[in-house]
């Protein structure tokens, strides 16, 4: 009887000792590790680094905005195809020419109403050429193209007539100035619409029709200036 208990009674301390172990294995788990400095090691990654604002052009009318990066995360995976990229990588040296001539009125335009327009040119091309080397960035592209010669794009002005521009003043800039900044919107248009017919990146056809509307009336504002 005697040795009954004892075997007894082991198996019951037995069953103590293991069910301690399982719990003491448990609440080690949910607990932070301890580091040899005493601080508690954190259990999970760390955060994801923030990512730099990203400029978003706005709608005709509207200035751009910046926008936090992650809310546009999604748009570096939509389906973009070769005619995308062809187009924002034309559009940049195309948006770039522009700015070159707005610039010049600061100084130079007679008419405040012509200055006015071309600040607006500035404010919102200049962002938006931002836009176009982000999309590519985003995809691992390069903003060159090989072998193509920016000058043969549809408004774009030669070197020659840049330099009349940047040697006018007055009544004679603006005159200048409207007609090739018409000619070099009107570009930017066919290009843009020539876009909406076959492009595939939902951003950039909102981008296109965007440049298609604001250009368009930019270009009849400055047919108005000139009467």
Do not use: Y
């Not at 580091?35 to 994801?48: C, F, H, L, R, Y």
């Amino acid at each position: 009887m005697t040795n009954r208990r004892a075997r007894v009674l082991a198996v019951v301390i037995s069953a103590c000792l293991l069910a301690v172990v399982v719990v003491a294995l448990f609440r080690s788990a949910d607990e932070p590790t301890v580091t040899p400095a005493g601080q508690a090691a954190p259990t999970s990654a760390p955060a994801e680094p923030s990512r730099p604002p990203v400029i978003v052009p706005g709608r005709p009318g509207e200035t751009a905005a910046i926008r936090p990066a992650e809310e546009l995360r999604d748009a570096t995976t939509s389906r973009h195809n070769s005619m995308d990229v062809w187009f924002v990588r034309m559009m940049i040296p195309h948006h770039a020419q522009a700015l070159e001539m707005a610039e010049l009125a600061g100084d130079r335009a007679g008419d405040p109403a012509l200055r006015a327009l071309a600040e607006r040119i500035r404010a919102s091309q200049g962002p938006e050429i931002g836009m176009m080397r982000g999309w590519l960035q985003a995809r691992g592209l390069s903003t060159e193209v090989t072998g193509h010669d920016h000058g043969t794009m549809r408004g774009m002005q030669t070197p020659e007539a840049i330099r009349q521009l940047a040697a006018a003043r007055g009544a004679e800039f603006d005159r200048l100035l409207v007609r090739m900044m018409t000619e070099h919107h009107q570009g930017a248009v066919q290009m843009a619409t020539d876009l909406l017919k076959v492009g595939a990146d939902l951003t950039l056809s909102e981008f296109a029709n965007s440049v298609a509307t604001e250009q368009t009336v930019e270009i009849d504002r400055m047919r108005e200036l000139l009467g």
